[in-house]
Every structure is written in C-alpha cells, then in structure tokens.
C-alpha cells in the first residue's frame, strides 16, 4: 500500500493528471483528413510523421542531461512549452515547413517526458523507502493515457463531422487549451531532495550511458 502525504504520493498524483491532460488530443482521429485539406498529399504526410520521429530521436540525449542537471520539473516545463508551440502552428499551416517543424516541434516535447518522468518516480519513491512500488506508481500514470483516448477520439469525430476548416480549428484550439492546462500542472511538480544535481560532463555521461547499455545485452 502506498503511503499518503508523501513526496511520492503528490508527484504520482500531478503527473496523472498532467499526463490526462496533456493526452488529450482532439485532432487525431481526423489528422490525416486535416493534412489532406490542407494540401498534402500522402507522401508528405509521411514526411511528416518522419519529422515527428526525428524530432524524439534528436531531443532524448540533450533533455535527458537538462533533466539530470537541472531536474526533471524543468525538462517536463519545456516539453510542455514545446508541445503548446506545436499546437499552435497547425492554426496557420499551409504549407509542407510548418508541418514539419510542428511535428519535429511535437516529438521533440515528447522526449522532455521520456525517462525524465520515471527518474523522478523513482527518486520520489525513494524518499519515503517505497522504491519497490515503482511498476505500481507508473501504472497509476500511464493510465491516464488510456482514460481519455477513447474520449478523445470520440468526440474529436463528432466536432469535425463535416470536415470544415472551422471544425479543424475548434479542434485544435481545444487541444491547446488542455496543453495550457498541463503546463499549469507540471508547475506543481516537485523536485526530489538531489535531483537534477548531475555536475558531470555532458559527453561523459553519454558515455557512461552507451558503455551501460553495451554491458548489457537485454537491454541493447
């Protein structure tokens, strides 16, 4: 059983709402449709979903050293800056650029959450001597994703029945409105006694990482 009032307990309990919120994305069952209207085609689009890849693929080392240097609270206000800028962008896209670079945009804001979020579990937990509850603390908030994505989807469709560029835009206004209201969340993070007070050299602990990673083959 977990305990209440603890570190664990209030950072487990903001980083499941924030992860509702920021989950919520009212576009997604008609993005492919909301490309199309605005003049991609199908080999762009793909492009596009490249750039969103490109993007976590080039943010995973240098956030996950602003996370161990900094902490992980600052790491996750920036990915939620980046993932608000994003959004923004799909309001005036017409062309194939600013695609891209809201999707690189996007990926790269998700590589702020990635891994920063379980380090910061783990040394919660770890204040109160719960690290053992780990699997349970992430489950608790992963969950999140799962609530509101059939929701989301759902009502996503219902809005942009008719496939106009108002019903787009509504759509996408909304999902910045729950982007703000993620920021707000991540605001009340709090970070771990001694997290984010890595002073080591950035290349070193690349290394380190790398040389952990080959010394181990079921992770490699």
């Known amino acids: 059983m977990m305990k209440k009032g603890t570190l664990a307990a209030h950072n487990i309990r903001v980083l499941f709402w924030a992860d509702l919120f920021g989950s919520v994305k009212f576009i997604q069952p008609v993005l492919a449709l909301f490309y199309f209207s605005r003049g991609l085609d199908e080999a762009l689009i793909l492009w596009v979903m490249f750039c969103w890849s490109f993007g976590v693929l080039v943010g995973e080392v240098p956030t996950s050293m602003l996370a161990d240097r900094y902490g992980a609270k600052r790491a996750f206000l920036l990915g939620s800056v980046f993932s608000i800028i994003s959004h923004a962008m799909l309001l005036g896209a017409d062309e194939p650029w ?13 590589s702020c959450f990635s891994g920063a979020d379980e380090a910061l579990i783990y040394e919660s937990l770890k ?12 489950g608790i908030i992963q969950s999140a994703q799962f609530v509101v994505t059939v929701a989301a989807l759902v009502i996503g469709a219902l809005v942009a029945k008719d496939l106009t560029n108002g019903q787009f835009n509504l759509l996408i206004v909304l999902g910045i409105v729950f982007q703000c209201v993620r920021l707000v969340l991540v605001f009340l993070v709090k970070n771990p006694p001694g997290h984010g007070a890595y002073r080591g050299q950035p290349l070193s602990q690349v290394k380190e990482g790398m040389l952990a990673i080959r010394q181990a083959p079921q992770v490699l």
């Not at 600013?98 to 998700?110: D, I, P």
């Not at 204040?127 to 992430?138: G, Q």
């Open 127 to 138: 204040a109160s001597n719960e690290e053992h509850l780990m699997d349970r603390a992430m």
């Open 98 to 110: 600013l695609f891209f670079m809201s999707n690189f945009l996007s990926g790269f804001a998700a």
